[in-house]
């Protein structure tokens, strides 16, 4: 059967950046990638990393269609080769508007020429973002226009300063897991692979107590229950939760000396060391059907207090 025509974008915006806001917060997204560029309290306060090159330009980059780096820089897909960047072709591709409100939006990544040298699937990839209150919603759902199933893995990246708003330096910050739990936690190489074993847990009751030394070996990742919500803050202050769906890994990381701290909600892994680099077998990839959206889904909500 012939492939379906993509559908179009119902709204052309001009502007790089569109803004929404609620009585408490302002959001501002970049067409480029979807990406928040800033989310800022009426008190002024700047809940988001600015994405400071010195350290690490991204702020809260869409992952798709691979989580983290690929061997050689390569998937396979159907026995054939295609070049694949960090994290995928998402956060550099230009979205298109479908909505614009005062509230509210939607941007959409549909095929083109450019994604099928990486991808050479069908789809449309859209990301709505909703402010209510001091809560940012994320939601992202990819279509499949294909007449058979493809390979899909997706991901949230957002950046928070570390301090947190209104903390020092000096003040001991933590990660607290709603679960209370003590999961093993994963590693990866030099090359950004997964380690093959897991390693005994940081998290003692649900509780990372963070320390720039943690991040010497690249990320934390560790799988989480659905429904999930992490804290992250200084004990007995505002702080940030981060609450997600359809999301089953978790990646927590910075880079030593940064001032900014990554909590990482995802749906697919990096490939395992000395894997196959078929992007189907990869750790966590979902096969989606022909014709089926994939939803997944983050809440942000700023200022809640941390236990």
Not at 92 to 97: A, I, K, R
Not at 129 to 146: R, Y
Not at 182 to 201: A, F, I, T, Y
Request: aromatic share 8%.
């Amino acid at each position: 059967r012939s492939a379906p025509t993509l559908p179009f974008c119902s709204l052309v915006m001009n502007s790089a950046t569109l803004s929404i806001s609620s009585a408490h917060l302002r959001v501002d997204i970049s067409k480029l990638g979807a990406e928040i560029q800033s989310i800022r309290s009426n008190d002024g306060a700047s809940w988001l990393w600015h994405g400071d090159p010195a350290h690490w330009a991204g702020r809260a980059p869409i992952l798709f269609p691979v989580i983290g780096r690929s061997p050689d820089s390569q998937v396979s897909i159907d026995g054939k080769f295609h070049p694949m960047p960090p994290h995928g072709f998402a956060l550099t591709s230009e979205f298109c508007v479908r909505e614009a409100l005062s509230d509210r939006c939607q941007l959409r990544l549909a095929a083109t020429s450019e994604t099928r040298v990486h991808y050479p699937f069908n789809f449309t990839l859209d990301v709505s973002f909703e402010v209510k209150g001091m809560v940012v919603l994320v939601q992202a759902d990819v279509v499949n226009l294909e007449d058979r199933s493809i390979p899909v893995c997706i991901g949230f990246h957002p950046a928070f300063p570390w301090p947190m708003v209104g903390c020092s330096v000096d003040e001991l910050h933590l990660c607290r897991l709603d679960h209370r739990g003590s999961p093993p936690v994963r590693r990866l190489d030099e090359n950004g692979l997964m380690l093959l074993d897991s390693e005994l847990s940081l998290f003692h009751e649900g509780k990372l107590k963070l320390d720039q030394t943690l991040f010497s070996r690249r990320a934390i990742i560790l799988d989480t229950e659905a429904g999930s919500t992490v804290q992250y803050g200084v004990c007995g202050k505002p702080g940030i939760e981060v609450a997600f769906w359809g999301l089953p890994h978790l990646g927590i990381w910075s880079k030593p000396g940064a001032p900014f701290l990554c909590i990482e909600p995802w749906q697919g892994l990096p490939p395992l060391v000395g894997d196959s680099a078929a992007l189907e077998l990869r750790p966590g990839t979902r096969m989606v059907p022909p014709g089926a959206n994939h939803h997944v889904a983050m809440a942000l909500r700023f200022g809640a207090m941390v236990a």
